[in-house]
């Protein structure tokens, strides 16, 4: 069984569209995160989400909203696309704790391309 | 910005121990040391974290300095699967805070 799944793996769409990616992880865990790897393989947080509440907004453009409408998913959707948005979208979930010592799990990512 | 520094990249012969370092200098006293890798067009993966003891599990061995300001991984018997991006932080862990992704390591197993 798949941990953290997304979809699309793959998503091609053109300049002005809007497009949204689907998380879901089926580990139980209550925080989900979405990261961007762009063309130079920099991993930068996006988003984190801990219980349906938004607690990382990392200066995303407001293009991007999230939303979690329970605990084990977290969808990203994308206006008004742009070609600077071209990248790969990695969902990932991790259990709070309330202390340190909780790992992430990645899914297997989203390649988004915009032409 | 990456808080961490990596050697940008290291071969090993399969069958040996590959050593990777890591300078955390800017670490704070409860901060954990965090290692993910990343096997090609796939999702990083979890491999170890520490706070001041060595740690292991099945698979890897993390080796901790006493003034925690570096690290180092251990691959105990690399295989041709182990070639990747090794990526150290450090990091409160267990709550929400995203980790912060430098440069890595591209780790090569030589077969």
């Known amino acids: 069984d798949t941990a953290v799944s997304q979809t699309p793996k793959y998503l091609v769409t053109q300049m002005g569209n809007d497009k949204s990616i689907k998380c879901e992880q089926n580990?139980?865990?209550?925080?989900m995160y979405w990261y961007k790897q762009d063309s130079k393989k920099f991993l930068k947080i996006m988003f984190s989400?801990?219980?349906?509440?938004?607690?990382i907004n990392e200066t995303v453009p407001n293009r991007f909203s999230p939303k979690s409408p329970d605990k084990a998913h977290l969808n990203l959707h994308i206006n008004s696309l742009e070609l600077g948005d071209s990248a790969v979208y990695f969902c990932?979930?991790?259990?709070?704790?309330?202390?340190?010592?909780?790992?992430?799990?990645f899914g297997p990512g989203t390649r988004l391309t915009v032409t | 910005d990456a808080k961490t520094t990596q050697p940008t990249s290291m071969d090993c012969a399969e069958g040996r121990a590959a050593n990777l370092p890591c300078n955390h200098s800017?670490?704070?006293?409860?901060?954990?040391v965090y290692w993910y890798r990343q096997i090609h067009s796939q999702g990083p993966q979890y491999i170890i974290h520490?706070?001041?003891n060595n740690e292991t599990n099945e698979m890897a061995s993390l080796i901790i300095t006493e003034d925690r300001k570096s690290s180092t991984l251990i691959l105990p018997h690399a295989t041709l699967r182990d070639t990747a991006v090794y990526y150290c932080?450090?990091?409160?862990?267990?709550?929400?805070?995203?980790?912060?992704f430098g440069k890595g390591t591209h780790l090569i197993i030589q077969p």
């Open positions: 580990l139980g865990h209550d925080t």
């Open positions: 989400y801990n219980n349906k509440e938004l607690i």
């Open positions: 520490g706070l001041k």
């Open positions: 990932a979930s991790s259990q709070f704790s309330g202390r340190p010592g909780g790992e992430q799990y």
């Open positions: 932080m450090h990091t409160l862990g267990g709550g929400a805070d995203g980790l912060t």
């Open positions: 800017t670490i704070s006293g409860n901060e954990y």
